[in-house]
């Protein structure tokens, strides 16, 4: 069975985990249509990484399934592997190359072709503004310049879908601004990429489809227009998760 | 200041007595007070010469010295309870700080226990009828010495971890480090002349550099009162103290470097061609090749393997036995497994990459242990072949074509599953301080995959030993192809299946077999928790307490049989050169000694078959089991 062309990009069902006695993520039924921009926002621990992790098959779940084009991550990862490209946030890399070694040597633990793999390196590499650092270690690369290798081993075997965890925290500007044309011209190019973020301005800015996540549930999942419901996102998004401002009462010594 | 630091420091220890730590530290401190205990005896005791004891002490204390000075770049660390960095941002003067910090440095058992160990420099001085004077030269000498002691261990600790950050001073400790251990491990070498020097006392160069050593200070202001040369005792007393108030303005200095700067980052690196990388597992094996020029860990490693080989194989040629020089590629080999064995942990959650990518498992292992071969081989080799020629011991050819091809295709193999099934997790590369004492070594995996790389040349051995003259090399070169196809298979088959426990063990640092609630799982946390010792360790939280014991009991003593009474003699039979010592095969008739020989390997490989076997089924029980972190991501 191929990834057939009605199959949803990503599609999550009842996806659960528990670490000890506490349920992270908690029977999440996520679908990511294929073409979409597709954001996931929640606060600290409400599980989008969790979620992302075991849907992209870094993380065995308790229970569900992960689709990725029709084919479960988990039954059959081979397929499902090569049609996704992943940055997660926060895990190592091979610190201990440069850029373009590390391209070069995931292109060909992928099989890939040598000629082939230095043309996309070399493209990629000027791309992201990353040939300047030819003889940098990965290990000495600032946080934007390790998001932007890392999209560039995401997109070296031409993925269909991008999953991409945190893609722009702690980036400065340019390279944000970088990678947001990059994941602009992929979708239009027929990707789809899920992005999680806890910064909503982003979201709002990228996205054409949101799902809210709270304490390991979807709360709202939809078109932006939808969940948005005439209110800013960040608005809905409070009033979503039951959070509120708190009260400046205490602390009165602060004040000079 | 200082009393405030103290107080924090015994609250941090107070509070830290728990369970396995206190455990610990009760068995050191007993350890030590024995070991203090002897000095006193010694000491104490009636010696046939006068001059012994005073020897006999000098050496105790360059040795208690020595581990004060070495024992925290050896064991990893050094005393942290109380960080200089977490008062960095209070209004002390750093060297205000160093008081402080000199002051702690005090309180706790080592310090402790080394000065019951030092008053034995009271106790010659009574026992020798010295007078109260010297006595009272004693007390001063023993508080100045601990003094010394515990400042300068602080010292040399803050600059190896200085040191430790480039490449030249990680191949430095490298060479200290493996030097003292390969000397230890080979110190039976000196018995003899030890022997002769309880009898008829050391020979006065000997007694003289001892006392020239600052460990022997005391005991020479001691003597000096003794025999009321008041001078030589006013010299040795400000010697002491000179070298304490220079070592703790050593240490205040650098202390100040490591609250002040950081390591400069991002120097360019020599970047290689790596052409000759064309396909999925040659692609890994450049990769490797890469990480062991490129790390500070991998290279201080194999500097490490290197030096322990040399060192333990020439130091016999101090009483002119050359038996183990042929040897010293064979034990690189072994040393370099020994060390290696943690591929997986090293690399840290870089894993994800490779899980992303199908297939790469296999790919993975098999390029590893092409980059094993690529490093350890090459050297291997040509020690094996320049001993041997130097020695012209060419008469020993069956048995190193025999076990240097079987070792090499063990190490290959043992290297790579050892990794996937027992990896000890590190704190990520690019979040590594660059001092390379933070992370210390896990002894009990060093000395797992020693013994079982050793193991792997066991049919080869046999095969010289019983088989005929071709049997050897053959027997040698198929079993290690064998073992490092069949053990890398196992490895990346296992990869295969369980890389997300894996993932997830390295990034937490929590075993998947621990059961009782870990720390939340913080991906900014700069240090993951120092990998400690123990059942826990080896899987076995499930196994009933009986087989708890067996395998425990088992894998300690199987590489006594084994090595000890087993390989080592039958090396000695084999070439003749015959130390009886206290191997038993060597002390029976000649017809039982081969037969005890081989019967002493037997029992040993079934001790260490037996003892892996309930071992590792418990250690997949327990995986299975799976992971109960209070908190998740």
């Known amino acids: ?256 | 200041m200082a009393v405030l630091l103290i107080q924090m420091k015994l609250a941090v220890l107070r509070h830290s007595m728990t369970g396995r730590r206190a455990a610990q530290m009760i068995t050191g401190a007993l350890t030590g007070l024995a070991l203090a205990g002897g000095l006193i005896v010694l000491a104490g005791r009636d010696h046939p010469i006068a001059s012994l004891p005073f020897d006999l002490l000098g050496v105790g204390f360059a040795l208690w010295t020595a581990g004060w000075l070495l024992g925290p770049a050896l064991f990893g660390g050094g005393d942290e309870t109380l960080r200089p960095e977490h008062f960095s941002l209070l209004s002390f003067t750093p060297r205000r700080l160093a008081v402080g910090l000199a002051g702690a440095a005090f309180v706790g058992v080592a310090p402790l226990v080394t000065l019951v160990a030092f008053s034995a420099l009271v106790v010659v001085a009574v026992k020798a009828g010295f007078g109260a004077a010297a006595t009272t030269v004693g007390v001063a000498a023993v508080a100045l010495q601990l003094v010394v002691c515990v400042l300068a261990s602080r010292l040399v600790t803050a600059v190896l971890g200085q040191v430790m950050r480039s490449k030249a001073g990680a191949a430095l400790a490298a060479l200290v480090s493996a030097a003292i251990l390969a000397a230890l491990h080979s110190s039976w070498v000196l018995s003899p002349l030890a022997q002769a020097a309880l009898r008829t006392g050391f020979p006065a160069p000997f007694s003289a550099w001892v006392a020239a050593l600052p460990s022997g200070w005391g005991l020479v202001a001691v003597r000096a009162a003794g025999q009321g040369q008041w001078p030589t005792v006013a010299t040795a007393l400000a010697g002491l103290a000179g070298l304490g108030v220079a070592c703790w303005y050593g240490w205040a200095a650098l202390l100040k470097r490591r609250l002040t700067t950081r390591r400069a980052s991002g120097r360019p690196v020599r970047v290689a061609s790596g052409r000759w990388a064309t396909g999925p597992v040659t692609a890994v094996a450049a990769r490797e090749l890469r990480t062991w020029s490129r790390d500070l860990l991998r290279f201080h490693y194999l500097v490490f393997a290197l030096c322990y080989a040399l060192v333990f194989c020439l130091l016999p040629l101090a009483i002119g036995a050359p038996i183990l020089l042929p040897w010293t590629g064979a034990l690189f080999a072994l040393w370099v497994a020994a060390v290696s064995a943690n591929l997986y942990g090293e690399d840290g959650t870089e894993l994800w990459g490779k899980m992303m990518i199908p297939g790469a498992a296999r790919h993975d292992v098999r390029g590893r242990q092409l980059a094993w071969l690529l490093v350890t081989a090459p050297p291997t080799l040509a020690l094996t072949v320049a001993a041997v020629a130097l020695t012209g011991e060419f008469g020993l050819w069956p048995w190193l074509t025999a076990l240097v091809p079987a070792l090499l295709g063990g190490g290959a193999g043992v290297t790579v599953l050892v990794s996937v099934l027992r990896p000890v997790p590190m704190t990520d590369p690019h979040r590594r301080s660059g001092n390379l004492l933070e992370n210390g070594t896990d002894f009990a995996q060093v000395l797992m995959v020693l013994i079982l790389t050793a193991a792997t040349a066991a049919p080869a051995f046999f095969a010289v030993r019983l088989g005929p003259a071709w049997a050897g090399p053959v027997v040698g070169l198929a079993g290690g192809l064998a073992l490092a196809w069949l053990l890398g298979r196992l490895a990346a088959t296992r990869l295969e299946s369980s890389a997300p426990e894996l993932l997830l063990h390295l990034r937490t640092g929590v075993s998947p077999r621990r059961r009782r609630p870990a720390p939340a799982l913080d991906l900014a946390r700069p240090h993951l928790p120092k990998p400690d010792l123990g059942v826990e360790k080896l899987g076995l939280m499930l196994a009933p307490a009986g087989r708890r014991a067996y395998v425990v009991a088992s894998l300690t003593l199987c590489w006594v049989l084994l090595v000890a009474q087993g390989i080592v003699p039958a090396l000695m039979l084999t070439t003749g050169q015959v130390t009886r010592s206290w191997f038993l095969a060597l002390h029976l008739p000649q017809h039982l000694q081969w037969p005890t020989i081989i019967a002493m390997i037997t029992l040993g490989l079934v001790l260490l078959t037996t003892g892996l076997g309930i071992g590792l089924y418990y250690l997949a029980k327990s995986r299975r089991a799976g992971i109960a972190p209070a908190d998740g991501p």
């Open chain 1, 1 to 256: 069975m191929g990834p057939s062309s009605r199959e949803a990009a990503l599609r999550l069902a009842a996806l659960t985990k528990t670490f000890g006695r506490r349920t992270v993520v908690d029977h999440i039924d996520l679908e990511v249509p294929r073409g979409s921009f597709f954001g996931l926002v929640g606060p600290n621990g409400a599980g989008k990484t969790t979620s992302l992790s075991m849907a992209v098959g870094l993380l065995r779940p308790d229970g569900g399934r992960a689709e990725i084009f029709g084919l479960d991550v988990w039954a059959d990862p081979a397929r499902a592997k090569q049609l996704i490209g992943v940055l997660p946030d926060g895990l190592s890399m091979p610190e201990r190359l440069t850029g373009r070694e590390l391209l070069r040597f995931t292109g060909l633990l992928r099989g890939m072709d040598v000629e082939e793999v230095e043309r996309r390196a070399d493209e990629l590499l000027e791309v992201l503004e990353l040939d300047q650092a030819e003889r940098t270690l990965v290990m000495a690369y600032s946080t934007g310049m390790r998001k932007k290798i890392g999209l560039a081993t995401a997109l070296l075997h031409a993925p269909r879908l991008l999953v991409l965890d945190e893609p722009l925290e702690a980036v400065d500007p340019v390279s944000a601004a970088t990678i947001k044309v990059i994941l602009k011209r992929f979708v239009r190019a027929g990707g789809s990429v899920v992005f999680s973020s806890h910064v909503m301005a982003v979201v709002e800015q990228l996205c054409d489809h949101v799902a809210v996540i709270a304490s390991g549930r979807v709360v709202a999942s939809g078109p932006l227009e939808a969940v948005r419901a005439g209110r800013s996102l960040e608005e809905r998004f409070v009033s979503l998760v039951g959070g509120q401002v708190p009260e400046m009462g205490e602390l009165a010594w602060l004040s000079s």
